[in-house]
C-alpha cells in the first residue's frame, strides 16, 4: 500500500465500496470522523481509524449516533473537514443535527451504506430506502445534496466530490450507498494527489471587526472562520441574523430560510450529475441510481436485443433532483420505469416531474436482494407497449 507524502493511496487497488469511500474522504482533506459501529458501514471507520494516524487526523468512536453527528459539527467550526457515517436506524437518530447542520450552515458529509428497514430490519442486507428520509427527515425547510455512487470507483471518486460540495455550499451532503456497493470489491483506479482536484473552505479575509458569521454575497453562502482565532461569533440553531444572533421575529425567519434554500436552488442545474446512455430517440426510459443501475442496465440491454428504443438515464446526484431534464423528456416518452430497492420513492419525483405528460411504472423491490433483470425488463415491454 503505496501513500504520497500528504497521506493519500495512488495507484491500482482491489478493495470494497467502504474502503474505498475512506479513501476517497482522506484525499478529499477529511481529517475528523466521529461514528458508531453499525452494519453494513463500520468498515469505513475501521479503515479510516487505522488510516487516520499517518495523515495527523482525529477518529473518535463516539457512545452512540446522536453524539457522532454533532462531534463532528463542531470538529467542523474548529477547522476541520469532517464525516460521520452509518446506515439507516442511526441516520433516524442523527435528522435532529441534519437540521442543525442546515441552519447552522455547517460543511458535513453524512455516509449512509443503506440496509433493509423500517427499524433493525435486514442489518446485513442491501436497500435504498432511505432516499425521502435524507431530503426531508429534519423538520422545517431547508435544502441538501445527495450522491449515489454505484461502484467502488465512484465511492472514491464521489466522497471527493460530496467534500467539495459540502465546503462549497456550506450543507450537509448525503453519500448514499448500499449495502452491496459497500461490500462490493471491484479495481479502484487512485490518482497522484496532485491530480485531485480538493476544494478548500472559504476563509473569511476580514479582520475580526468587521466579520459578520451570515453575512453573504451574491454566492448567497456565508464565508467561515475557525473558533479561537481571534473572532467573535456566536452560532445558534434559533433563527439568526447576519451577526448569529438569536432573531425571534418573521421577518428574519423569512430571510435566514429563503437564502438557506436559495443557495442551493440558484444552482440546482450546475449540481444535477447524470448518466445517459441512449436517451436521445428513445421510447421508454428507465431511471436508476446505485447498485440498481446495474442490474438495470442488463435489462436495458436485453430490451434494446429485442428491438425496443430504451434510454438509461442514471442519477448519480439525486439531490437536487433533475426534474428539468425529466419535464423536457417526458413528452416524447411512452413511459419512464424507476427501479428501486424501496416500495416507490424516488419513483414519486419521476412522476411529480414529469407532470402528466408521459407514464411513471415504478418497479419496487422491499430490499434484501437486488432486483432480477427480468422484473425491470417485464416492466420495460409493458411500457413499450
Known sequence: MHADPRGVLTGVHFIDGDHAACEGALAAGCRFVAGYPITPSTEVVERFASRIPT???????????????????GA????????TVTSGPGLSLMMEHVGLAAITETPCVFVDV????????????????????????????YEVIALSPHSPQECFDLMIKAFNLAETYRVPVFFMMDEVVGHMTERVVIPP????????????????????????????????????????????????????????????????????????????????DVRMDGVEGAEVVVV?????????????????????????????????????????????LKAFVVPELNMGQMALEV?????????????????????????ILEKILEAAR
Open 351 to 375: 412522476e411529480r416531474a414529469a407532470a402528466g405528460r408521459t407514464r411513471t411504472i415504478s418497479v419496487p423491490h422491499a430490499g434484501g436482494t437486488v432486483h432480477e433483470p427480468e422484473a
Open 114 to 141: 443503506q440496509r433493509g428497514g423500517p427499524s433493525t430490519g435486514l442489518p446485513t442486507l442491501p436497500a435504498q430506502a432511505d432516499m425521502m428520509q435524507v431530503k426531508w427527515g429534519s423538520h422545517g425547510d
Open 193 to 272: 494527489a496532485e491530480q485531485i482536484e480538493v476544494v478548500e473552505r472559504r476563509w473569511t479575509r476580514k479582520p475580526p471587526g468587521e466579520y459578520r458569521p451570515y453575512d453573504t454575497d451574491e454566492s448567497l453562502v456565508p464565508e467561515m472562520v475557525k473558533a479561537g482565532d481571534g473572532y467573535r461569533i456566536h452560532i445558534t440553531g434559533l433563527t439568526h441574523d447576519e451577526r448569529g444572533y438569536p432573531a425571534m421575529n418573521p421577518t428574519a425567519q423569512d430571510a435566514m430560510v429563503r437564502r438557506i434554500c436559495a443557495k442551493i436552488r440558484q444552482h440546482a442545474e450546475k449540481l444535477v
Open 55 to 73: 495523515v495527523g487526523g482525529v477518529f473518535i468512536q463516539m457512545e452512540d449516533e446522536i453524539a457522532s453527528s454533532i462531534a463532528i459539527q
Open 288 to 332: 436508476s441510481y446505485g447498485i440498481t443501475s446495474r442490474v438495470a442496465g442488463a435489462a436495458v440491454a436485453e430490451a434494446r436485443r429485442r428491438g425496443l428504443k430504451v434510454g438509461h438515464l442514471r442519477l448519480v446526484i439525486v439531490w437536487p433532483f433533475p426534474a428539468r431534464l425529466v419535464r423536457e423528456l417526458a413528452p416524447s
Open 76 to 83: 467542523a467550526w474548529a477547522g476541520k473537514k469532517v464525516m
